[in-house]
């Protein structure tokens, strides 16, 4: 019983130290995305974090979304306010691969008042591990926004 126990242990160990370290990257993440949006006096009142990359985020006083996409050395930030936008929509993008339809991106497509259109990364198949949450994180934010 000893015996099963410890490979328990040594089977669960490497997992569990993944999991921490995935949320000590979120967590550094998020603290950089707060840094930069105060720096532009935008105050996130509700956010989402996932895949130690991306982070959105609204300010609900000064109705404006930001979000951050941070990805090896490229680093895309963007503010824009609510009153600027025009419409917003999800944009979902297709391949076929051996008779099968595999998601390349989600993307939060913004279109604002200017004529100037802001597309939001929420899902990029060629650096990222797979989908986990990111149809309802793009579905969520699309109903937020509008």
Request: hydrophobic share 40%.
């Amino acid at each position: 019983m000893i015996i099963g126990m410890g490979f328990l242990a040594l089977f669960t160990l490497p997992f569990l130290l993944i999991r921490i370290s995935n949320a000590k990257k979120e967590r550094l993440l998020v603290a950089y995305f707060r840094e930069l949006t105060e720096k532009n006096n935008v105050v996130i009142s509700d956010f989402d974090c996932w895949n130690k990359r991306y982070v959105i985020g609204l300010d609900t006083n000064k109705k404006a979304v930001s979000y951050l996409r941070l990805f090896e050395k490229v680093e895309v930030f963007e503010i824009i306010l609510l009153s600027e936008v025009k419409s917003v929509r999800g944009n979902r993008i297709y391949s076929t691969l051996t008779n099968e339809e595999l998601i390349d991106k989600l993307e939060l497509m913004i279109d604002l008042n200017n004529g100037r259109s802001v597309c939001l990364e929420f899902y990029n198949r060629e650096t990222s591990n797979g989908l986990s949450e990111e149809i309802r994180l793009l579905e969520k934010w699309q109903n937020k926004l509008k």
